[in-house]
């Protein structure tokens, strides 16, 4: 049975988590580390090398720069907006999170200010 399967009547959610099994449920690490890559080769993403293969951490990663670099881009204030990536994260702090404010984000090439003083007026 596939996710467009599934009548979402027939799902009762029992957490909060934001990707949840077909059950409801929070989604077991085991599980979607063994899905992962059958979905990588599915979708005929090649690892560059033996090193560099897709990784699910890498689309958190992407998201989490995506989402800051459509903020900055958006012009509205990023700090207000910081704890609300954080939780997507699961960091308790939004200083936590300071360190996908860093150059190579480009969010500080475009002008952005600091990420000490982002993740200060967040906090």
Do not use: Q
């Amino acid at each position: 049975m596939g996710w467009s399967d599934v009548d979402e009547a027939d799902i009762s959610v029992t957490t909060p988590a934001l990707l949840l099994s077909t059950a409801g449920t929070r989604l077991a690490y085991v599980n979607v580390s063994v899905v992962f890559p059958k979905l990588v080769a599915r979708a005929g993403i090649a690892a560059r090398s033996g090193r560099c293969r897709p990784r699910l951490h890498d689309m958190r990663h992407s998201f989490a720069v995506a989402t800051l670099l459509g903020w900055y881009r958006d012009g509205g204030p990023i700090p207000p907006r910081l704890p609300r990536l954080s939780t997507y994260l699961g960091h308790t702090e939004p200083k936590n999170t300071y360190w996908y404010l860093h150059e190579g984000s480009g969010i500080a090439s475009d002008g952005c200010e600091t990420a000490g003083r982002l993740v200060g007026a967040a906090a």
